[in-house]
Nanobody, 123 residues
Framework: QVQLVESGGGSVQAGGSLTLSCAASGYTYFDYCMGWFRQAPGKEREGVAT???????VYTDSVKGRFTISKDNAKNTLYLQMNSLKPEDTAMYYC?????????????????WGQGTQVTVSS
């Protein structure tokens, strides 16, 4: 069973930065298709970024050039560096994992989910 625990959320002013972390456990190697999602109040959950086992990344258009997804296999940790934050980035952020290679072809991971971490950006 895979467990995912997010951290690093908080409150920042517009233009600020935050780095989210997602610590993974419960399997012997950290080599999954991984991703970040977010859900704002009253809105559907949306995909933010994915990173596959070969390091290839995909970003939703609204965060391109501002957010960077990365992972440290030695630490079994996924990251989301968020710069130039905007009020519309305010949401609960979740990490997710799926089978190796699943992210290829534009798929978003959905097999395992964390509990989320709140990001609030004030204007």
């Amino acid at each position: 069973q895979v467990q995912l625990v997010e951290s690093g959320g908080g409150s920042v002013q517009a233009g600020g930065s935050l780095t989210l972390s997602c610590a993974a456990s419960g399997y012997t190697y950290f080599d999954y298709c991984m991703g970040w999602f977010r859900q704002a109040p009253g809105k559907e959950r949306e995909g933010v970024a994915t990173i596959d086992t070969d390091g290839s990344t995909v970003y939703t258009d609204s965060v391109k050039g501002r957010f960077t997804i990365s992972k440290d296999n030695a630490k079994n940790t996924l990251y989301l560096q968020m710069n130039s934050l905007k009020p519309e980035d305010t949401a609960m952020y979740y990490c997710a994992a799926d089978a190796p290679g699943y992210c290829s072809g534009g798929h978003w991971p959905s097999g395992y989910w964390g509990q989320g971490t709140q990001v609030t950006v004030s204007s």
